[in-house]
Nanobody
């Protein structure tokens, strides 16, 4: 049973940094894309950053501030969030496309971790 577990969220002041981690565990053959989405109160879930095939994409709102990285061997993805703004406040969800013995490539989601940035 594949599971994504996020960690690293919390409450920080604007201008500071957080580093989110997500570990995929279970019977995994490979991970294709791994990334992060977020959902702020009253808003739709949006893509923050995603990496696949050695390429990374970022939402315009986080470019230059956030960096996604990945450890394929450990099925782990990170999100380094610098210069945080109150607008970054949201629940951040890990996302992955994973190949497993029982399911070929399919989408998985973490439970979410709260990031709150105070003014």
């Amino acid at each position: 049973q594949v599971q994504l577990v996020e960690s690293g969220g919390g409450l920080v002041q604007a201008g500071r940094s957080l580093r989110l981690s997500c570990l995929a565990s279970g019977s995994i053959f490979s991970t294709n894309a791994m990334g992060w989405y977020r959902q702020a109160p009253g808003k739709q879930r949006e893509l923050v950053a995603i990496t696949s095939g050695g390429r990374s994409n970022y939402a315009d709102s986080v470019k230059g501030r956030f960096t996604i990285s990945r450890d394929n061997a450990k099925y782990t993805v990170f999100l380094q969030m610098n210069s945080l703004k109150p607008e970054d406040t949201a629940v951040y969800y890990c996302y992955a496309i994973i190949e497993s013995p029982v399911d070929f490539f399919r989408n998985y989601w973490g439970q979410g971790t709260q990031v709150t940035v105070s003014s």
